[in-house]
């Protein structure tokens, strides 16, 4: 019986030991990938469609990255170009705020001087203006960032200044955006050191020589080893993924002429060629897939670069980034639409249902049973594809934006006006 009794003992406690273990891995399963997301609103002109995409995105982040200003240094003369930010935008929920600060550079002249002081000086006096206004609709900054894209050999003259910064702004949390280059240096683990967290960009754009040396924007062949490489320094991370393109344009023989995101095309001429470079939604979704398999540590929140708008031509929908933070595909979806007047004359639309819009143009094709006295015109920046066929034709160009309807083409009988008869094919994506 006393056998028996240390065996059920003994069998009870290592039930308990397993059962301890087994809510130990679950609770540093679930901390490993308990991170904040965080949107950057990096717009300077705070219209309606800018507070329009806030509310729209509140309910899935609730952490603002804002553009507060650009500290520039230029011919001596030391400035910050503010931005006029909207904080009744932000007052509708008890959002977090992170104030940005870009720095140009020519910043780093006045890091190498040793006047830290002085750029010091001119962010505080930024910050506490904005404080104030944003006190005014019941919102409080809790920490302000410095993007700075500091020479990798000059990061002792930027720690240098954190350092006086933090001195002169006590109280708040201090970030910085981080470069992977940075990773390698022996002065890295210095600088950071002097912050509360930092934000590693896993994007960039390098411009290329020619077309065939463009590459992505997102940098998914090394983003696991950098964040891997950010874990070991034992301190406090974020990451930086990016939702936004550019158009690129290159000469006949494919040399590179320029990029834009957004304005004027960067150059103009019928030999030029356009390629529109945008961010991946399902690069991004295999990248949040793998980072659930990996055990990071201080890791601890995505920032999206940049907040959606409507007029944003280079970036995603503010959709696709809805989807893609509750981690599935964002739907695609490309639907037509007949109208028919009593006079016989047949409108025919497309419309983006779905949740992304399209860089590839999409095609359809139309056909009719009589093809007597037809007419027929295709509007806008579609265009028809000849068809050896005398009843149907194939119109192709770009699709509209979410949410959006377009007419691309119209037909009459004159024969029979009274009785249209047309066919619309489905959607081709080429």
Not at 237 to 252: K, V
Not at 367 to 391: K, M, Q, T
Not at 407 to 423: E, F, G, K, Y
């Amino acid at each position: 019986m006393i056998v028996k009794n240390i065996l059920l003992l003994n069998c009870s406690r290592l039930r308990n030991l397993i059962f301890m273990f087994t809510i130990t891995l679950l609770v540093s399963y679930s901390c490993a990938f308990a991170y904040e997301n965080a949107v950057y609103i990096w717009q300077r002109d705070w219209d309606k469609e800018v507070e329009a995409s806030i509310k729209a995105i509140q309910p899935k982040v609730n952490h603002f990255i804002v553009l507060g200003g650009d500290f520039k240094y230029n011919d001596g003369k030391v400035f910050i170009n503010p931005v006029d930010i909207h904080w009744n935008a932000l007052s509708q929920k008890n959002a977090q705020i992170t104030l940005v600060f870009r720095m140009n550079t020519g910043t780093g002249e006045l890091l190498r001087a040793g006047k830290t002081e002085l750029i010091a000086e001119r962010i505080k006096n930024a910050l506490e203006i904005n404080v104030a206004s944003a006190q005014k609709q019941h919102i409080s900054i809790s920490g302000f960032q410095f993007d700075y894209d500091c020479p990798t050999s000059k990061l002792v003259d930027y720690a240098r200044f954190l350092q006086s910064i933090k001195q002169q702004l006590p109280g708040y949390e201090l970030s910085i955006t981080a470069l992977p280059t940075w990773l390698k240096s022996p002065d890295f683990k210095d600088l950071i050191g002097k912050t509360s967290y930092y934000v590693l960009q896993l994007h960039s754009f390098e411009i290329p020589r020619t077309i065939d040396q463009m590459k992505g924007i997102f940098l998914k062949e090394n983003a696991i080893e950098y964040l891997q490489s950010g874990s070991r320094l034992n301190h406090p991370f974020q990451i930086s993924l990016p939702t936004y393109g550019y158009e690129i344009a290159f000469n006949e023989t494919g040399k590179f002429l320029g990029l834009r995101a957004g304005a004027s095309p960067a150059a103009r001429g019928s030999k030029v060629q356009y390629i529109t470079k945008m961010t991946s939604p399902d690069e991004i979704l295999v990248f949040l897939k793998k980072l659930k398999g990996i055990n990071l540590k201080n890791f601890n929140g995505i920032c999206w670069f940049r907040l959606p708008k409507d007029s944003d031509e280079f970036n995603w929908d503010i959709q696709t980034l809805k989807a893609v933070l509750e981690e599935r595909r964002p739907q695609l979806k490309i639907t037509t639409e007949v109208t028919h007047a009593k006079d016989g004359l047949i409108e025919v639309y497309i419309i983006n249902q779905g949740e992304q819009n399209l860089i590839r143009p999409v095609n359809i094709e139309l056909s009719w049973a009589d093809s007597r006295d037809l007419l027929y015109d295709v509007l806008g920046d579609f265009h028809e594809i000849p068809v050896n066929n005398g009843r149907c034709m194939r119109v192709e160009g770009p699709a509209p934006k979410v949410g959006e309807k377009k007419l691309i083409a119209w037909l009459r009988n004159i024969h029979d006006p009274h009785n249209p008869s047309i066919t619309v094919g489905n959607v081709h994506i080429e």
